[in-house]
Nanobody, 126 residues
Framework: QVQLVESGGGLVQAGGSLRLSCAVS????????MGWFRQAPGKERDFVAA????????IYADSVKGRFTISRDNAKNTVYLQMNSLKPEDTAVYYC???????????????????WGQGTQVTVSS
């Protein structure tokens, strides 16, 4: 069982930055991938970014490309989401997620992710 705990959310003004962290309860194998999703009030949960454990290029939603960066520190079993140039439309609960990827490509589909954190609120004021 993999447990995920997010932190780093908060209130920030438009144009500001936040870094979210996701602590993973145990060391995951190289065949696990990590992702970030977000859910705004009254909307479905949307893909934000994903990364493999050891290699490959991360993938991003078009809405955050160039502003957000996903990274991981395997020694600390932690995944990060650096969010710059934040906009009010980035306001949402942000979720960390993980799944066994094997040799497949990174997924943007919520249903592929087996493990989820409890979420952390990000609010961007205008």
């Amino acid at each position: 069982q993999v447990q995920l705990v997010e932190s780093g959310g908060g209130l920030v003004q438009a144009g500001g930055s936040l870094r979210l962290s996701c602590a993973v309860s145990r060391r995951t194998s190289s065949t696990y991938a990590m992702g970030w999703f977000r859910q705004a009030p009254g909307k479905e949960r949307d893909f934000v970014a994903a990364i493999r454990r050891n290699y490959g290029i991360p993938i991003y939603a078009d809405s955050v490309k160039g502003r957000f960066t996903i990274s991981r520190d395997n020694a600390k079993n932690t995944v990060y989401l650096q969010m710059n140039s934040l906009k009010p439309e980035d306001t949402a609960v942000y979720y960390c997620a993980a799944y066994y990827i094997g040799s497949s490509s990174l997924s943007r589909r919520e249903r592929d992710y087996a493990y989820w954190g409890q979420g952390t609120q990000v609010t961007v004021s205008s």
